[in-house]
């Protein structure tokens, strides 16, 4: 007689292959689409949620930081909570907890209830990126990995692009709250195809292990306070800041009792011993590098359209599609290739396209329009498809599906932490570099620059001639033009800089290529009993 435990691995076996793995796709992208979005459909809103709430722009950027914290912080132990508690049942908790927790910040009355509700909102969102791949990974044989992987990546490439654009349309067209609303349609879906379609492995079952809590409270330590000093960094002027000095120092003490904590443990929350894994150790950095330049110039670039060449946000927001559509014509295609075309080839592929497409925007003057953003980025998402699909898959190869949970978490996580170190570095170093050439330009401004005196006089005639301006107050206007000018054209400069790192950090990353063992040609079912 079949013990409880056999009939339920029994049951569970059936159900999980019984079910069109596309079915399953569809059910866990529609939560995991939405929960990606939501990191960016929020930027645009900023002002009107403070202007509504009666908080100042900088308070209400804390509606973006609790998110971050929260969902960073549970993204590296998402592969222990669907052990402990069961992955489906862990995956409805997660998409029902972050629809509801979107429906009351909709109704948020204050700024501080606002920021509680995303705090509950990016922790029931943390583990919907690990827990959809995993399942992905699991469902899907290997030799159809790379279609679902292509499927997966078309949602976590694209919705942040699609962020801006949705957030400043709802914002302007009916309300900020909207932005929290439209998600609630969505995860009400999320949740009943997830419900139908979605099961446990049989290997996953509820655990009984003891609950890390020191490990735990180290890393919410350790991750929030990394996240909350990269996220208010360049604001707080960095160290100069004894916020930001602080934070640094619990950040180091809380991460490195955590790593400490986890490598003598018997029961870890997260199993750092995949690192031990080369293909994967070198796959996860490698996608901590993508998630600093895909995200450091996704902010970099509307940032350049809003503050140089006058485009509002949504149109800054539209001006981005371009990549979402290199993206969105690339990936199904390398996830249909992956599987027949040595995946190293793919890679170095997208990664000289990539680098060559930041090599075109490095190049960019202020007379560019958009035709100039159009060809680079539509290049750029191309290149990400090139690389994104065949990089999961490699990565996530030589790991037993046992502890793929464990592993998706940490490839997510380190991609998130890449994406915060990308968004606050090229600020920085947008911002000091775009001094540095204001100090260069100016030092050739002065009265013994001939060249220089006689663009000035050529403006203060202009001025007396047409504006019908006195010698003085003509002179004053000429010169606080050419201040004007030497700012937009230092502003230009630093843009150009960080793009021209963010073109060589792509480089750099072809030799790290070659350390990962290409993916086994394997068939069959996923899963064997």
């Known amino acids: 007689m079949a013990t409880s435990s056999q009939t339920f691995e029994r049951g569970a076996s059936r159900s999980w292959n019984d079910v069109n793995p596309w079915l399953v796709a569809v059910a866990v992208m529609t939560s995991t689409f939405m929960e990606v979005l939501d990191t960016t459909v929020v930027n645009v809103s900023l002002p009107h949620i403070a202007g509504s709430l009666s908080a100042t722009p900088d308070e209400a950027t804390w509606a973006l ?6 969902n960073a912080i549970i993204l590296p132990i998402t592969g222990w909570l669907a052990n402990f508690f069961g992955r489906k049942r862990l995956l ?7 629809t509801a927790s979107s429906f009351l910040c909709g109704l948020a009355p204050t700024l501080p209830l606002l920021i509680v509700f995303r705090c509950i909102q990016g922790a029931c969102g943390g583990g919907l990126q690990p827990l959809s791949q995993a399942i992905l990974m699991e469902v899907f044989p290997p030799q159809d990995r790379g279609k679902a992987m292509g499927f997966w990546g078309l949602g976590i490439v694209v919705a942040p692009m699609l962020g801006p654009v949705l957030g400043g349309w709802l914002t302007d067209s009916y309300s900020w709250r909207w932005v929290f609303y439209i998600n609630v349609p969505i995860g009400v879906l999320a949740v009943f195809l997830t419900s139908v379609f979605v099961f446990d492995p049989p290997y996953i079952k509820r655990s009984e292990a003891k609950i890390d809590y020191w490990g735990i409270g180290f890393l919410a330590l350790g991750i929030g306070c990394l996240q909350i000093m990269l996220d208010k960094g360049q604001e707080e002027d960095w160290f100069n800041s004894n916020f ?4 640094c120092v619990f950040s180091i003490i809380g991460l490195s009792a955590f790593l400490i904590r986890e490598v003598t443990t018997e029961h870890a929350i997260v199993d750092l011993s995949l690192l031990k894994i080369r ?3 070198t ?11 895909l995200y450091g110039s996704t902010v970099l670039i509307p940032l350049l359209l809003q503050t140089l060449l006058g485009y509002p946000a949504l149109q800054a927001g539209i001006a981005m599609l371009p990549r979402g559509l290199g993206s969105f014509i690339a990936m199904p295609t390398v996830g249909a290739i992956v ?3 040595k995946a ?12 060559f497409s930041l090599w075109k925007l490095a190049h960019l003057n202020l007379d560019v329009g958009y035709w100039n953003f159009f060809s680079a980025l539509i290049l750029q998402g191309i290149g990400m498809g090139l690389i994104f699909i065949p990089l999961t898959t490699i990565t996530n190869d030589p790991i037993p599906l046992t502890r793929m949970g464990n592993a998706t978490s940490i490839f997510n996580f380190m991609r998130n932490i890449g994406a915060s170190i990308g968004i606050s570095m090229v600020q920085t170093i947008q911002a000091r570099h775009q001094q540095v050439h204001i100090n260069t330009l100016t030092a050739n401004v002065t009265p013994t620059n001939l060249q220089a005196q006689g663009i000035v006089n050529g403006m203060k005639s202009v001025m007396m001639a047409h504006g019908g301006a006195d010698p003085v107050t003509a002179q004053r206007m000429a010169n606080g033009a050419i201040e004007n000018m030497i700012q937009q054209q230092a502003a230009i400069m630093s843009f150009n800089d960080v793009f021209w790192l963010l073109s060589a950090l792509f480089v750099c990353m072809l030799p790290l290529i070659f350390l990962m063992r290409p993916p086994r040609r394997r068939g069959g079912a996923v899963m064997v009993h």
């Open 65 to 70: 930081t609790s998110y971050l914290v929260a």
């Open 92 to 98: 409805l908790f997660s998409v029902t907890g972050f």
């Open 244 to 247: 930001i000095r602080t934070l």
């Open 279 to 281: 293909t994967y150790a």
């Open 283 to 293: 796959g996860v950095f490698l996608m901590t590098v993508l998630g600093f330049v």
């Open 339 to 341: 599987s027949k075309v």
């Open 344 to 355: 190293h080839y793919l890679l170095v592929c997208g990664i000289l396209l990539s680098s």
